[in-house]
């Protein structure tokens, strides 16, 4: 089976991720997700999707040496940056998985993160399956995930916007996929504990913002895309900073926390 989204094996695009991981904004939704999962020493923790590592990492100091966190990708650039930042827990297990062919054994782990990877995979039900197997009876998970048409992004040439923004979903398995998630939960098998949605706000196009780096991953994905050419996406970006500028930028996106028992 496969995961949508190949470009995660691009390292320009991964080093984006990374960037945008280090922004305030995402900062601020790691600490949401950490407080919603709750996280006590001695588990047994995985992170599925561990990206450029910064949530195993955090887990890692939660859960001590006494516990365990394993975190998995399909992008090797991924995992050598999460290794890296993980290099000094050695209770932190870095590896190479499939979010819908989790390699562990059935009710291995006390809790599960799952951040921005289901809105990516080919079939939220295989993966949500496998989050149920791995995860140990009365354990807890918590996913994130963007509802991608919830973004308000002020921008006078509606066109071009739309056709970016339909250009960049492309490479989603479900770039709307909160607003199904509860019933397949539900439907699996698990509990829904708490719903909370977070917005990510932008008043200012800099490099210590989430959408600034979304510009950025767009910038390099969008092009070629269902007739997009890099002249459009240049034009879109000089718009955008000119935007800025003038002091009238405007960016919002809403993400969506589902933390889930497992009956």
Request: hydrophobic share 40%; with cysteine.
């Amino acid at each position: 089976m496969k995961i949508i989204g190949d470009v995660f094996k691009d390292t320009k695009f991964t080093k984006g991720i990374e960037g945008m991981y280090m922004t305030p904004d995402v900062i601020a939704q790691r600490d949401k997700s950490f407080q919603m999962l709750g996280l006590s020493e001695g588990e047994k923790v995985l992170d599925i999707g561990v990206g450029p590592g910064f949530l195993s990492a955090a887990m890692g100091a939660m859960v001590g040496p006494g516990g365990e966190v394993y975190g998995i990708d399909m992008s090797e650039d991924m995992l050598e940056m999460a290794k890296m930042r993980c290099n000094e827990q050695p209770w932190v297990h870095i590896k190479s998985g499939n979010a819908m062919e989790l390699p562990f054994e059935p009710e291995s782990f006390d809790a599960i993160m799952a951040s921005q990877v289901y809105e990516l995979v080919s079939d939220v039900d295989v993966a949500l399956n496998e989050m149920h197997r791995v995860l140990r009876k009365n354990g807890r998970a918590l996913i994130l995930d963007s509802d991608w048409d919830s973004i308000v992004w002020y921008f006078q040439d509606r066109d071009l916007m739309d056709k970016i923004l339909l250009s960049w979903k492309e490479h989603y398995g479900d770039p709307i996929l909160p607003r199904t998630l509860s019933a397949k939960l539900i439907k699996k098998g698990f509990e829904i504990k708490q719903l909370e949605v977070f917005p990510i706000l932008n008043i200012k196009l800099t490099n210590n913002n989430f959408s600034y780096w979304l510009v950025k991953l767009i910038n390099d994905l969008v092009p070629g895309r269902k007739g997009i050419t890099r002249e459009d996406v240049e034009l879109w970006v000089k718009k955008l900073f000119d935007i800025d500028s003038k002091g009238e930028y405007f960016f919002n996106i809403n993400r969506y926390l589902f933390l889930v028992n497992k009956n």
